[in-house]
């Protein structure tokens, strides 16, 4: 099975700032790696696809990069709505394999 | 516009069954891959099965292998997770998704399934 590892595991982080979140896999993926935010007691909601596009409807604040096996998520300019849980995961092969998520806090 | 939602939760006790189900409107169901994830109280996200738009091919995880059957009635626009065996870890909210990752995929609202005597 394919192991994803999210870093950190929580960021404190003030209104204004900017900020990235790292996920590692433990073999390639080609760019078969999607984001998504999750906030308490709601559903998870899709971010970005292949490792880089935004779904529809996604703020350009919110962008994502890949080198090789390592993938960032990058938020820009935070604002109060985008303090949250961040999970990302991989697409590339069954079992489908989240990582352990990111907790980003106000500061 | 798309809706997904789930019914079937509720309380079980161990070794017991249940069977959840996903009712979608507003795509054209039979076109596209349908997966549930589930997330224990205070944890992360677990992809727990998929099932292909034809139903030919489905997938698991291997803590539900063999005690979860996953279907779907692509004439009633409709998603099923078959629960056997229940055990007090699979206590989660279950969440089915629409193309799990890719371009336009959408998520339930969740539903609680409790395993508990």
């Known amino acids: 099975d394919i192991q994803m590892t999210q870093s950190p595991s929580s960021l404190s982080a003030s209104v204004g700032d900017r900020v990235t979140i790292t996920c590692r896999a433990s073999q390639g993926i080609s760019n078969y790696l999607a984001w998504f935010q999750q906030k308490p007691g709601k559903a998870p909601k899709s971010l970005i696809y292949?490792?880089?596009s935004l779904q529809s409807g996604v703020p350009s604040k919110f962008s994502g990069s890949a080198s090789g096996t390592d993938f960032t998520l990058t938020i820009s300019s935070l604002q109060p709505e985008d303090f949250a849980t961040y999970y990302c995961?991989?697409?590339?092969?069954?079992?489908?394999?989240f990582g352990q998520g990111t907790k980003l806090e106000i500061k | 516009e798309v809706q997904l939602l789930e019914s079937g939760g509720g309380l079980v006790q161990p070794g017991g069954s249940l069977r959840l189900s996903c009712a979608a409107s507003?795509?054209?169901?039979?076109?596209?891959?349908m997966s549930w994830v589930r997330q224990a109280p205070g944890e992360g996200l677990e992809w727990v099965s998929s099932i292909t738009g034809g139903g030919g091919s489905t997938f698991y995880a291997d803590s539900v292998k063999g005690r979860f059957t996953i279907s779907r009635d692509n004439s009633r626009n409709t998603l099923y997770l078959q629960m056997n065996s229940l055990r007090d870890d699979d206590t989660a909210v279950y969440y089915c998704a629409k193309d799990l990752g890719l371009p336009g995929d959408y998520w339930g609202q969740g539903m609680l399934v409790t395993v508990s005597s």
């Open positions: 507003g795509f054209t169901f039979s076109s596209y891959v």
């Open positions: 995961q991989q697409y590339n092969t069954y079992p489908r394999t």
């Open positions: 292949a490792a880089s």
